[in-house]
C-alpha cells in the first residue's frame, strides 16, 4: 500500500500543465455525476476530491501562481456573466423592495456581524472586515444545485437567486476598498481616496458593461453575427470587458460582466442557446475551479483553524445570517416563513474561494512592494515605509490562515443548508423535500379524473390551460389550476412548480406537446417530461420524413400510447379514470384479466409517482394503479369471477 502512495506520488508531482489539466476535468466531472446519483451537494464532493489530489499534486506546482490565478479570475468572470444573463427583472414582480434590501441593508449588517465574529476569533480589525466583505458573497453555484431537489416557491427561489448573483460582486468590490484601506494606513486622508476608488470601481463597471452590451445588442438585432456564432461572441465581450475593467481599476471586472450579463438578460433578446452555451461552461469551470483551490489547502494549516473555524462558523449561522435577514428584510412582504428559509440559506460558494486565495498573494505582494521602496528610500520616509512594511507583514501573516478558514467554512455551510435546507423548507411549507407532482398540459375530462385519482393518492397535481373557461371542471373538483399559455413567459419562468416532479403535455397540438415538454425539461429533467403517443401522418411519406427529429420529441406517456384523438373516443364511449390498489389477493394480472381494454398511466408507490410507459415494469402488488378504464358493464364476462379491485370511479 506504501508502494502504491509512493509511486501515486511520483506519477502525479511529473504530471505537466495539459495532463494535470486533464485530470482535474475528468476528476470533475466524475464527482458532478456522482453527486447527482447519490444527492448530495456537488460542491462537498468537489472539495473533498480536490483536497485528496492536492495531497499528490497541487496547481501552484504545475501552473504558477500568475498562471492559476489568471485562470481563476476569467473562470470566476464567465461563471458571473452566465448567472446575471438568467436574471430577468420580470422575475421580481412583487419582490423589488426584498431583492434591493437583500443587496444594500443585508449586505451592510452581514458585514458588520462576520466581522465581529472575525474579531472574536482573534483575527485583526483590518482582517476581520476583509473576511466579512469576502463572506457576504452566497453565490449561484452552490445555491441552484441546492435548490434543485426540494425546489421550493418561486418567490423565495427568486430571492436566493437574485442575492446570490447580485452580491457576488458586491462582496469583491468591498474586499478591495477593504484592501485598499489596508495599503493606504489608518489615517484619516484614506477615506477620501477609497470613496474616488468606489465611484471608479462603479463608473468604470457600468460604462464598459452597458457599452459593451449595448454595441452587442445592436449587431444580433442587425444579425451581423450569426446564431451560431453568439455565444462564442458575448462570451469572449465578457472576457474582454473583465480583463479591460479589471486593468482600468483593480477587481471591478467582476461587476463589469456582471452589469453586461444583466443588460444582455433584459433586452428582449433570444438568447436561450447563449445561456445554454455558458450554463455548461459554468458546471465545468465550477467543478474545476473547486478541485484546483481546494488542492491549494495545506492539511497542517487545515488542522490548526479548524476549533477556531468552528466557532466562526457558528456565529455565521447562529447570528449573522439570522439577524441581517429579519432585520434587513423588516417591514417588507417577505412572510415569516420565507424569512425562516432565506435564515437558513446562506452557503458560501466559489467567489468566496477564489477571492480570499487572490487577496492572500495580494497581502504578500504588498509586502514585497513596500519594503522595496523603503529600500530606495531614504530618512524618515524609509523609516515610516518600513514601519508601515512590517505591519502588513504583521496582517500578511494572519492571511494565511484565511484559506483554510473559507475552505472550512465552504465545506460547512454547503453540507449544512445543503443537508438541512430541504426539510426546513418542507416544515415551513415552502417546499418538498422529495417532489413527486405532476403538471398537466391541457383539461379534459381524463385530465381531470386522473388529477383527482393522484391527488387523493396523496400526490401534488397542476392543471395548465391557456383558457380559463376550460379550467371549470378542474376547478369543480378542487385542483390547483392556472390560466396561462404553456409556452408564454409566464409559464416558462414565472410558474410556480413547488413539489412537481413530472410534466404530461396533452393538448391536441402534437407540436404544442412536444416544445413544452422540451422546454420544461430544463427544469424538470428530460427523464421527467412526457408527450400524449403524436397522432400518425395521414399520408404515409416513409418514415424518416413523417417521423419527428429525435432532438425534438421526448418519451410518450402511458401504456399503451395513446393519442389525443384516442383519449377523446374512448372517453366519449364511457371509459373513466379509475384507481385501484394492487394487492396479494388482487394483483396486476388480475386486473388485466378483468379489464382488458385499459391505458395505464399512473403508478403510486411508497409516495413516488411514476409515469407509465410502455418500458415501465409495473409492480405485481403494494401499488396504486390509476388507469383509463372501459365502463364496468363492458368488463369481460369471463373475468368478473376474479376478486374484486380496490377501486373507486374518479369523475
Known amino acids: 500500500m506504501i508502494e502504491i502512495w509512493h509511486w501515486l506520488t511520483e506519477f502525479l508531482s511529473t504530471l505537466g500543465p495539459a495532463p494535470y489539466l486533464a485530470l482535474v476535468a475528468v476528476v470533475a466531472g466524475l464527482s458532478q455525476w456522482l453527486s ?15 483536497f485528496g489530489l492536492g495531497q499528490f499534486v497541487t496547481p501552484d506546482h504545475v501552473l504558477g501562481r500568475d498562471l492559476l490565478f489568471a485562470g481563476v479570475t476569467l473562470a470566476v468572470g464567465v461563471i458571473l456573466f452566465e448567472g446575471a444573463l438568467t436574471l430577468h427583472l420580470r422575475d421580481v414582480r ?47 453555484t452552490v445555491i441552484a444545485p441546492i435548490l434543485r431537489t ?63 452590451g449595448w454595441i452587442l445588442e445592436q449587431f444580433i438585432k442587425r444579425h451581423w453575427i450569426p446564431d451560431f456564432l453568439q455565444g462564442v461572441a458575448c462570451l469572449t465581450s465578457a ?69 477556531r473555524a468552528l466557532v466562526f462558523f457558528l456565529l455565521l449561522v447562529v447570528v449573522a445570517r439570522p439577524v441581517s435577514i429579519w432585520l434587513g428584510l423588516w417591514g417588507t412582504k417577505v412572510t415569516r416563513e420565507e424569512k425562516g428559509l432565506l435564515s437558513f440559506m446562506a452557503p458560501r460558494g466559489i467567489v468566496a474561494a477564489a477571492v480570499t486565495s487572490i487577496f492572500g498573494i495580494e497581502f504578500t505582494h504588498a509586502v514585497e512592494r513596500m519594503r522595496t521602496r523603503a529600500a530606495e528610500a531614504t530618512g524618515e520616509e524609509a523609516e515610516l515605509l518600513g514601519q508601515r512594511a512590517d505591519n502588513l507583514a504583521v496582517l500578511a501573516a494572519q492571511t494565511t490562515e484565511l484559506v483554510p478558514l473559507v475552505f472550512l467554512v465552504i465545506v460547512l455551510t454547503v453540507a449544512l443548508y445543503g443537508l438541512g435546507v430541504g426539510r426546513w423548507a418542507e416544515r415551513l411549507g415552502l417546499a418538498t423535500t422529495s417532489p413527486q407532482g405532476i403538471l398537466f398540459v391541457g383539461a379534459q375530462q381524463w385530465v381531470v379524473q386522473a388529477a383527482s385519482a393522484l391527488d387523493k393518492a396523496g400526490a401534488t397535481t397542476l392543471v395548465v390551460a391557456r383558457e380559463f373557461s376550460k379550467l371549470k371542471e378542474a376547478r369543480k373538483a378542487g385542483l390547483s389550476t392556472v390560466t396561462a399559455n404553456i409556452l408564454s413567459d409566464y409559464a416558462v419562468r414565472e410558474m410556480d412548480l413547488a413539489g412537481i416532479r413530472s410534466l404530461v403535455a396533452a393538448t391536441k397540438t402534437d407540436e404544442v406537446n412536444a416544445t413544452a415538454a422540451r422546454e420544461f425539461a430544463h427544469v424538470l429533467g428530460r427523464a421527467n417530461v412526457f408527450q400524449l403517443a403524436r397522432t400518425p401522418p395521414k399520408a404515409a411519406a416513409g418514415k424518416v420524413r413523417s417521423d419527428a427529429a429525435s432532438h425534438l420529441t421526448v418519451q410518450t406517456a402511458f401504456s399503451p400510447p395513446t393519442t389525443f384523438t384516442e383519449l ?60 383509463l378504464a372501459p365502463p364496468r358493464a363492458t368488463r369481460s364476462v369471463a373475468a368478473t369471477s376474479g376478486a374484486a379491485p380496490q377501486s373507486s370511479p374518479r369523475s
Not at 447527482?36 to 480536490?50: A, C, F, H, T
Open 150 to 212: 426540494p425546489r421550493p416557491t418561486r418567490r423565495v427561489s427568486a430571492l436566493l437567486k437574485w442575492e446570490g448573483i447580485i452580491v457576488d460582486p458586491i462582496g469583491a468590490v468591498l474586499a478591495v476598498l477593504v484592501f485598499q484601506a489596508v495599503l493606504l494606513g489608518r489615517g484619516g486622508e484614506a477615506f477620501p481616496q477609497l470613496v474616488v476608488n468606489l465611484l471608479l470601481t462603479v463608473g468604470i463597471a457600468c460604462v464598459l458593461g452597458l457599452g459593451i
Open 36 to 50: 447527482w446519483q447519490i444527492r448530495v451537494p456537488s460542491i462537498l464532493l468537489l472539495l473533498v476530491v480536490g
Open 94 to 140: 412583487g419582490i423589488g423592495r426584498p431583492v434591493l434590501r437583500l443587496c444594500s441593508v443585508t449586505v451592510l449588517l452581514a458585514w458588520a456581524l462576520i466581522t465581529f465574529a472575525a474579531w472574536l476569533i482573534g483575527f485583526d480589525l483590518l482582517i476581520s472586515l476583509l473576511v466579512g466583505a469576502i463572506l457576504v458573497v452566497t453565490g449561484p
Open 239 to 307: 472576457i474582454g470587458v473583465l480583463v479591460v475593467s479589471n486593468s482600468l481599476q483593480q477587481e471591478s471586472g467582476l461587476l463589469a460582466v456582471t452589469v453586461l450579463g444583466l443588460y444582455l438578460g433584459n433586452r428582449g433578446l433570444n438568447l436561450k442557446h447563449v445561456e445554454q452555451f455558458t450554463e455548461h461552461l459554468q458546471v465545468l469551470f465550477v467543478g474545476v475551479l473547486f478541485v484546483m483551490l481546494a488542492g491549494r489547502i495545506d492539511t497542517a494549516q487545515l488542522v490548526a483553524i479548524f476549533p
Open 568 to 627: 377523446e373516443d374512448l372517453v366519449a364511449r364511457g371509459h373513466k379514470v379509475r384507481s385501484t390498489k394492487l394487492t396479494e389477493s388482487f394483483t396486476l394480472d388480475d386486473l388485466s384479466a378483468r379489464e382488458e381494454d385499459n391505458v395505464l398511466m399512473f403508478v403510486v408507490k411508497g409516495g413516488r409517482v411514476t409515469v407509465v410507459q410502455e418500458s415501465t415494469k409495473l409492480p405485481e402488488q403494494g401499488a396504486t394503479l390509476i388507469y
